[in-house]
């Protein structure tokens, strides 16, 4: 007969084997435990993980996330490129930008947010897209996306170039600062600038939302089937994903349970906002966070969306898209 320390010897290796047969076959997984590194920039398309995060940090995951937040794009796609980040949420253009760059290297698993642009002024005589012809907009990036996807909308809604005027500014808080000074002036301001623009001068008012006249311009103006302008999307290494599928779908199912819960619980995701310093203040956050468009859209309605937001990009300036449409590998449909 085996004493008491002996018997507790053969159970902890008994209990030890189980665990090791766990990590090999449980639950059809193609891992144990693995971890994922993870960048994001300081916005919303970071949004969209703070439950998943904080998820994280209180070891309530199944892999282990390391989580990385930088100030702009710049900062994550060497890391991407060195094999130093895994999983990236990037702008949608920045993400066709890195395919090419990496000769088909990354793969896009979903759109995390959608279009965060509003138009912003203190005049009443600004109800619908017709009332901007005549006028001068403030906006930033010049030669960029907001640029492209402003022409588009405006073309798409008759307009020629000469029956308005852009006129851009280095930063945002740029162009909030002209409408506080001129509030019949009329801005193109993303998220969470809007908010604050609307916080500081109450003259102010977000008049037209640029997803909802995206969707418009692309559903009923030029017969598309799109779910609204893209802004942000999450690309995965293509060797991770080789290797890790039942990973990067977990990551998938832990992002969507954590964009359900900023959209389902405004007051706690502002409060994560805060935390993680991506607003200043949680009324600005609660304010923000619904007009951010937050969402997970993966497989085919991704593609329909996604490639459509860049074709409309190319056709504007085929270098906002790394030089040429990416191919169908660019999207992932399925991690089966």
């Not at 193109?188 to 909802?212: G, H, I, S």
């Not at 609204?228 to 290797?243: D, I, K, P, S, W």
């Not at 497989?299 to 790394?322: N, P």
Request: proline share 3%; charged share 25%.
């Amino acid at each position: 007969m085996f004493n008491r320390q002996g018997r507790n010897k053969i159970l902890i290796l008994f209990l030890v084997m189980i665990m090791a047969a766990g990590g090999l076959t449980g639950c059809g997984k193609d891992r144990g435990v693995v971890k994922i590194r993870v960048g994001s920039l300081k916005g919303p398309t970071s949004m969209g993980i703070l439950f998943m995060m904080d998820k994280a940090e209180k070891g309530e995951t199944e892999d282990i996330y390391e989580f990385r937040m930088a100030a702009g794009a710049e900062e994550l796609l060497p890391l991407m490129v060195k094999g130093e980040l895994d999983i990236a949420l990037i702008p949608a253009n920045v993400a066709a930008v890195l395919y090419q760059r990496t000769e088909g290297g990354i793969v896009v698993i979903n759109v995390n947010t959608l279009g965060v642009l509003s138009f912003v002024t203190g005049s009443s005589e600004v109800e619908s897209i017709a009332d901007l012809r005549g006028r001068t907009i403030y906006l930033t990036g010049k030669g960029t996306t907001p640029e492209a996807s402003l022409r588009y909308v405006l073309e798409a809604n008759g307009f020629s170039e000469a029956d308005y005027t852009l006129e851009f500014k280095s930063e945002a808080a740029e162009v909030a600062a002209i409408l506080t000074e001129e509030p019949e002036g009329i801005g193109l301001l993303p998220q969470p600038f809007v908010t604050a623009a609307l916080m500081q001068n109450r003259e102010l008012k977000a008049v037209l939302d640029m997803n909802e006249e995206w969707m418009r311009a692309e559903n009923e103006l030029k017969g598309g089937s799109t779910n609204g302008m893209v802004t942000g999307v999450t690309v995965v290494r293509r060797e991770f994903l080789e290797e890790h599928p039942e990973s990067v779908e977990g990551f998938l199912e832990e992002h969507a349970l954590s964009v359900d819960a900023i959209n389902g619980d405004v007051q706690a995701g502002a409060a994560l906002a805060v935390e993680a310093g991506i607003v200043a203040r949680e009324s600005v956050a609660e304010s923000a966070i619904p007009r951010c468009h937050i969402t997970c859209i993966t497989g085919d309605e991704m593609k329909t969306g996604l490639s459509a937001y860049l074709e409309v990009l190319a056709d504007f300036d085929r270098e906002l898209v790394g030089g040429r449409l990416p191919g169908e590998d660019f999207y992932l449909i399925s991690t089966h």
